[in-house]
């Protein structure tokens, strides 16, 4: 008869490993058998959809401890661990990391300009987020006078997404319902940008699209998570629970529904943080 836990025990993805290395290095327990297993099942999810190497910066927000949420997996670019404001242990449950709404914030420390240094205007950006609230507390965001990296899986009703520039480098829909499921916005070019959605019960689809941008990737202050850097003021807040952020490579379609499948999948191993 199979055995049911082999899967526990088997190969650990490089990328995983290295992880799980990198949190103990940080300070935090050694994530779990079963955590170990559901992130190396997604990195190889992501391999096998070619989407490995666009992935700059990539947290899953692992329930094992607050230093385990907040080292990164994947780590091209900015801080190993994610620079904490004011988290505490009891912000972390099986569904992810929660904001207050007041101070609590993730510094990744990377820099737009650094990150996207030579890749004309691509990029991109995923969030998942667990916690309804549609309050206007910003997602994913730096800012410097006209040229922004901004992803809101929610703001007062709507996601919305600006890659390089104000005004035509906005895309904003009626998002998933109270924001909750995974949300994501890629730039190919300078004109075609999307933002995606998804659930267990809404299928994955574009929402918005833009054609037309201004700027480039010039931003010289690094992107936040949980609220807004505005050349280096941080405010606004949100009070979501994040279970998976993402900077990245522009994305195709398919290629973010391939990162909403792996991510869902890894969530649902974990036991929680997907809706």
């Not at 992880?19 to 940080?26: G, L």
């Not at 205007?121 to 987020?129: A, I, V």
């Not at 009626?174 to 499921?181: E, Y």
Request: charged share 10%; with cysteine.
């Amino acid at each position: 008869m199979p055995d049911a836990t082999a899967w526990l025990t088997a190969t650990i993805h490089a990328t995983a490993s290295d992880w799980s290395t990198r949190v103990q290095a940080n300070g935090g327990a050694a994530p779990s058998a079963n955590t170990l297993a559901a992130v190396s099942n997604f990195c190889g999810a992501l391999d096998a959809a070619a989407i490995s190497i666009k992935m700059m910066l990539v947290n899953v927000f692992a329930p094992d401890n607050l230093i385990a949420s907040i080292t990164p997996l994947f780590k091209v670019y900015g801080n190993d661990p994610w620079t904490n404001a004011n988290f505490v242990a009891a912000d972390l449950t099986v569904h992810g990391l929660k904001g207050n709404g007041t101070s609590k914030s993730l510094d990744t420390g990377a820099i737009p300009n650094t990150v996207f240094s030579g890749s004309a205007l691509q990029g991109g950006m995923s969030l998942y987020n667990t916690f309804p609230d549609v309050g206007v507390g910003a997602d994913i965001y730096v800012n410097n006078v006209n040229d922004s990296f901004i992803l809101y899986c929610c703001n007062a009703g709507n996601a919305t997404a600006l890659i390089w520039s104000i005004g035509n480098g906005q895309a904003s829909a009626t998002g998933l319902p109270l924001g909750l499921g995974f949300t994501s916005s890629s730039r190919l070019s300078a004109t075609s940008m999307n933002i995606y959605t998804a659930n267990s019960t809404v299928a994955f689809s574009s929402i918005a699209s833009i054609a037309t941008t201004l700027g480039a990737p010039a931003q010289t202050y690094s992107i936040y998570i949980f609220a807004k850097n505005i050349s280096g003021t941080i405010n606004s807040w949100t009070s979501k629970r994040f279970s998976f952020a993402a900077i990245h490579s522009g994305l195709t379609l398919a290629e973010t529904q391939s990162l909403y499948n792996a991510v869902q999948q890894m969530r649902q191993a974990f036991g929680g943080g997907w809706i």
